[in-house]
């Protein structure tokens, strides 16, 4: 199973279903995930840890402009 898997094979995995999963949304959604242009807010998640990345959106959120 793959709990018991390599690092290697789970980000070969992962890899290979992020690109099943770009090509499924693009094919019947016709949304490319990777066009960020239509997000109010991008977050790497790589560089903030949990708690951080909530401080963030909340902050976002207070100061947005309300929806009209």
Not at 1 to 20: I, K, P, V
Not at 27 to 35: A, E, L, S, V
Request: hydrophobic share 40%; no cysteine.
């Amino acid at each position: 199973g793959r709990e018991g898997d390599s690092f290697a094979e789970h980000l070969a995995f992962t890899r290979e279903r992020d690109r099943s999963d770009h090509q499924r949304y693009l094919q019947i959604y016709g949304i490319d995930n990777d066009d960020l242009s239509v997000a109010d807010l991008v977050i790497n998640t790589e560089l903030w840890m949990p708690d951080a990345i909530v401080e963030i959106i909340v902050s976002a959120l207070e100061r947005r402009n309300p929806l009209k």
